[in-house]
T-cell receptor, first 114, second 111 residues
Framework: DVKVTQSSRYLVKRTGEKVFLECVQDMDHENMFWYRQDPGLGLRLIYFSYDVKMKEKGDIPEGYSVSREKKERFSLILESASTNQTSMYLC?????????????FGPGTRLTVL | SQQGEEDPQALSIQEGENATMNCSYKTSINNLQWYRQNSGRGLVHLIL?????REKHSGRLRVTLDTSKKSSSLLITASRAADTASYFC???????????FGKGTTLSVSS
């Protein structure tokens, strides 16, 4: 059974803290993605990666960075968390050819920044 | 860079009824995908329809695609309480590198 796991379901952090969200997939997928989901705004792409050590900005990369040192792991980093980064964060992976293959999602991390 | 827009935003029906939700998009596509999200969870892929297909079935799901109108519809027949979820359509971004999701239709099925 294919699986995408995220390190935490719920996370509470303070303004200014450095936050790491981890995502691991066991399907040997080339592509990995980070989205945030907010009411009324839907899913918005933050960053994606199509290979180890490769990364591409999505629609809303400001305030975030990513790391992909191993194929199975894609980390999202909030360098200095702010209250407007309170959101649901979803990680996904897919085979090569993001547009033609389905994406597999993790369960999400609900981050609250106080 | 919203590509797909679902309609309606919310839909409430009784068990056994059919549910239809629509998706409109802006640019030409190779395929369109539909996903479901149960409350507070990740998204699950339902079905992919290619641009050269007009209709596709999967169990109680029927998806149609009209490329001339740049629209797609998802029909769930004989709905069940377990179908209560948000449904999203997704198309590829212009660079062909990632999916863009609509804002979703929230479906509520009551017994």
């Amino acid at each position: 059974d294919v699986k995408v796991t995220q390190s935490s379901r719920y996370l509470v952090k303070r303004t200014g803290e450095k936050v790491f969200l981890e995502c691991v997939q066991d399907m040997d997928h080339e592509n990995m993605f980070w989205y945030r989901q907010d009411p009324g705004l839907g899913l918005r792409l933050i960053y994606f990666s199509y290979d180890v050590k490769m990364k591409e900005k999505g629609d809303i990369p400001e305030g975030y960075s990513v790391s992909r040192e191993k194929k199975e792991r894609f980390s999202l980093i909030l360098e200095s968390a702010s209250t407007n980064q309170t959101s649901m964060y979803l990680c996904a992976s897919s085979l090569m050819g993001a547009g033609v293959n389905e994406q597999f999602f993790g369960p999400g991390t609900r981050l609250t920044v106080l | 860079s919203q590509q797909g827009e679902e309609d309606p935003q919310a839909l409430s029906i009784q068990e056994g009824e059919n549910a239809t939700m629509n998706c409109s998009y802006k640019t030409s596509i190779n395929n369109l995908q539909w996903y479901r999200q149960n409350s507070g969870r990740g998204l699950v892929h339902l079905i992919l329809i290619r641009s050269n297909e007009r209709e596709k079935h999967s169990g109680r799901l029927r998806v149609t695609l009209d490329t001339s109108k740049k629209s797609s519809s998802l029909l769930i027949t004989a709905s069940r309480a377990a179908d209560t979820a948000s449904y999203f359509c997704a198309t590829v971004n212009q660079a062909g590198t990632a999916l863009i999701f609509g804002k979703g239709t929230t479906l509520s099925v009551s017994s």
